[in-house]
Each structure stands twice: as C-alpha cells, then as structure tokens.
C-alpha cells in the first residue's frame, strides 16, 4: 500500500522495493544449453535450461526443474563438447514459467 503517513513522507512497501546483492555487473543472454547437475548426494542429471543473464560471476537461468542450493552445475552450449560454465546453485525460485537458478561461477577472490 503505496501511501502518505502523518508526517508526510511516503511508504513504499518492501515488498516492492528491489534489492541489488550481485556484485558484478549482469548483461542478458538468450539460449538453450543443456545443464548437467550433480546434487549433494551425487546423483547426476541433465536438463534443458534457457539463458536469462550472465556476468564474471555466473548466470541466471529458467529450468523446468528444481536444482538445489550447493549442486554443481556443468552448462554445455550446443555443438561444443566441452562445458561453457561451471558453478554452484547459490538460489532456486519458483516463478511461473519454472524455476528461476543463479549459478556462482569462477573463483571469487577473497579480501587480504
């Protein structure tokens, strides 16, 4: 409820307000690869995800299938053997066109 309180200022629901917490800049992509996912327990499978976003520090992407926090993912682009990215499920969504991961990807330098 959007609105103004007694002394005048203006509430915006936190609900509404959006969070920035990625520490690298995202640019969009667009694609199909095929995502092959080891959970926590070693099991493997693979499944067709499409490309949302991507930055030095991972990707995003929309699975028709939920991927726990902590699995390790291989994303293979199509006609290229060897896989594009690797990374860790750090998030898992559920949104209404399927689930919304962020992968973590490359090494993340630690403060000195």
């Not at 693979?46 to 991507?54: E, T």
Request: hydrophobic residues 40%; positive net charge.
């Amino acid at each position: 409820m959007n609105g103004t309180d007694q002394s005048g200022c203006t509430a915006t629901p936190l609900e509404s307000i959006r969070f920035e917490r990625r520490s690298f800049e995202r640019q969009s992509a667009d694609g199909t690869v095929v995502a092959c996912v080891t959970d926590l327990l070693g099991a493997t499978r693979l499944a067709r995800v499409r490309m949302c976003d991507n930055s030095i520090g991972g990707v995003g992407i929309v699975s028709s299938v939920a991927m726990a926090t902590g699995s390790r993912v291989e994303l293979h682009a199509k006609d290229h053997p060897v896989p594009t990215v690797f990374g860790t499920v750090v998030r898992c969504d559920a949104h209404a066109d399927g689930f919304r991961i962020g992968i973590r990807s490359g090494a993340r330098q630690q403060a000195a």
